[in-house]
């Protein structure tokens, strides 16, 4: 069952009078609980899909509806949690303070609170920030608050969270370190998660599916059901299904690049 379709999808952009056509007939449907990937060229239209669905942008052309409304109505419902690749925390608010921001604000006008069920101090603890409820975002490592802005997202009760890179800021230690940490929290919680990322391998472990895209204009050239066990672990990275994935994919996007 599709809980976001977009059907012939475009927009372009205009600067210096020169149009950009970021994306351009752009066909998807993705299922409610399920963890989606975008991956392709710098430019060609993730980030600029990805704004589509949370409603922050409209596209010229096409349609697209997100559990059957539009995305500006869902966005007006707080039904998306954005995390961008770096968050944003208030410097005067504790760490627990910074999770329950989203949930205070929401709470007014979301109609479907039964999503609401993530603990902030059980998700604050799962990613190794238990002793950090009531320390200042200052006090913590570019890694640590990352981690604040992901599990927040969780704890907001929005159904679909939306992540535009949010590991590229990290260097590869703490990259894999929250990768194993947001698979075990999506896996308990099962939100739709749309997650953009340049790592093939972050991709092929996170996810469901994943979109591989084209540039110029910005098209979706295929899309890859990662058939691998549930819940997954460190272990799966090391399995030849895992890496025949990788390849795979690193040979589609190969073709997009030299095309
Ligand atoms: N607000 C804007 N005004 C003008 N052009 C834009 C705007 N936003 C995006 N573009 C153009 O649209 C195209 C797609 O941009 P977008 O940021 O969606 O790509 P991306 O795949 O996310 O790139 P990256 O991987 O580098 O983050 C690019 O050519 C970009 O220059």
């Given at each position: 069952?599709?809980y976001?379709?977009?059907?012939?999808?475009?927009?372009?952009f205009?600067?210096?009078g020169?149009?950009?056509?970021?994306?351009?007939s752009?066909?998807?449907?993705?299922?409610?609980?399920?963890?989606?990937?975008f991956?392709?060229?710098?430019?060609?239209?993730?980030?600029?899909?990805?704004r589509?669905?949370?409603?922050?942008?409209?596209?010229?052309?096409?349609g697209?509806?997100?559990?059957?409304?539009s995305?500006?109505?869902?966005?007006?419902?707080?039904?998306?949690g954005?995390?961008?690749q770096?968050?944003?925390l208030?410097?005067?608010?504790t760490?627990?303070?910074?999770?329950?921001l989203?949930?205070?604000?929401?709470?007014?006008?979301?109609?479907d609170?039964?999503?609401?069920?993530?603990?902030?101090?059980?998700?604050?603890?799962a990613?190794?920030?238990?002793?950090?409820?009531?320390?200042?975002?200052?006090?913590?490592s570019?890694?640590?608050?990352?981690r604040?802005g992901?599990?927040?997202?969780?704890?907001?009760?929005a159904?679909?969270?939306?992540?535009?890179?949010p590991?590229?800021?990290?260097d590869?230690?703490?990259?894999?370190?929250?990768?194993?940490?947001?698979?075990r929290i999506?896996?308990?919680?099962?939100?739709?998660?749309?997650f953009?990322?340049?790592?093939?391998?972050?991709?092929?472990?996170?996810?469901?599916?994943?979109?591989?895209?084209?540039?110029?204009?910005?098209?979706i050239?295929?899309?890859?059901?990662?058939?691998?066990?549930?819940?997954?672990g460190e272990?799966?990275?090391?399995?030849?299904?895992?890496?025949?994935y990788?390849?795979?994919?690193?040979?589609?996007?190969?073709?997009?690049w030299?095309?």
């Open positions: 069952m599709s976001i379709s977009i059907s012939n999808l475009s927009k372009r205009v600067r210096r020169q149009w950009t056509e970021a994306l351009s752009v066909d998807l449907n993705i299922a409610k609980g399920s963890f989606v990937s991956i392709g060229p710098s430019g060609c239209g993730k980030s600029t899909l990805l589509i669905i949370g409603g922050l942008m409209k596209a010229e052309e096409g697209i509806k997100v559990g059957g409304r995305p500006q109505e869902m966005q007006a419902d707080k039904q998306f954005f995390v961008p770096a968050p944003a208030f410097p005067w608010r760490v627990l303070q910074n999770m329950n989203p949930r205070e604000v929401n709470k007014r006008s979301r109609t609170l039964a999503e609401d069920e993530a603990d902030p101090i059980e998700l604050l603890q990613v190794g920030l238990g002793d950090f409820l009531h320390a200042y975002p200052k006090e913590l570019g890694g640590m608050r990352q604040v992901i599990v927040r997202a969780f704890a907001s009760g159904p679909i969270l939306l992540m535009d890179e590991f590229s800021a990290l590869e230690i703490t990259r894999e370190v929250l990768m194993h940490q947001l698979v999506w896996e308990q919680h099962k939100k739709t998660v749309i953009v990322t340049h790592n093939i391998q972050e991709a092929v472990y996170l996810s469901d599916q994943v979109v591989i895209m084209s540039s110029r204009p910005g098209r050239s295929r899309v890859v059901d990662i058939d691998l066990p549930r819940p997954r272990k799966i990275i090391e399995s030849p299904e895992f890496y025949q990788v390849v795979r994919l690193r040979e589609s996007l190969r073709e997009r030299e095309a």
